[in-house]
């Protein structure tokens, strides 16, 4: 349903279905890949092969950015968030709560160049950078 609205809304791009764990791209194609509030979709294993997939497809000094949960900061933000996982996410977004999104990424090879929490810390903004220095 989304790839077909995508192709609607802007006919002249190309679009590819995949699995993101085993992307159909060649190493070091991309200056950019994004994700916006996808990973606490996916289960510990299939985030790490996700990361390296990501790490492996992007050039070097390649950006890779993503949206997602976090733990809240500020206690006022637990109970929103809560009610929101239980009412519409699976254990796996609250298994990302509990994941250092960005330990992984620099375990990875990344260089982490911003993260940045927002909404009391329950929404966090990770820039990272794909870079020779750490390329792995």
């Known amino acids: 349903m989304s790839l077909k609205r995508a192709r609607e809304n802007v006919p002249s791009a190309s679009y590819v279905e995949a699995f ?3 992307m159909p791209f060649a190493d070091n194609q991309f200056d950019i890949v994004h994700t916006s509030v996808a990973l606490h979709e996916m289960k ?4 790490r092969k996700i990361i390296q997939e990501v790490y492996r497809v992007l050039k070097l000094g ?8 976090h733990t809240p900061t500020n206690p006022i933000f637990w109970p929103g968030l809560s009610l929101f996982l239980l009412l ?3 254990e796996t ?14 375990e990875t090879g990344f260089e982490v160049n911003k993260h940045i929490l927002y909404a009391g810390g329950s929404l966090q903004v990770i820039q990272v950078r794909k870079d020779e220095i750490t390329m792995r």
């Open 20 to 22: 993101a764990e085993k």
């Open 44 to 47: 510990p294993q299939q985030l």
């Open 62 to 69: 390649g950006r890779f950015t993503l949206v997602d949960f």
């Open 88 to 90: 519409f996410e699976t």
């Open 93 to 106: 977004a609250w298994e990302l709560l509990k994941t250092d999104l960005v330990g992984l990424l620099a």
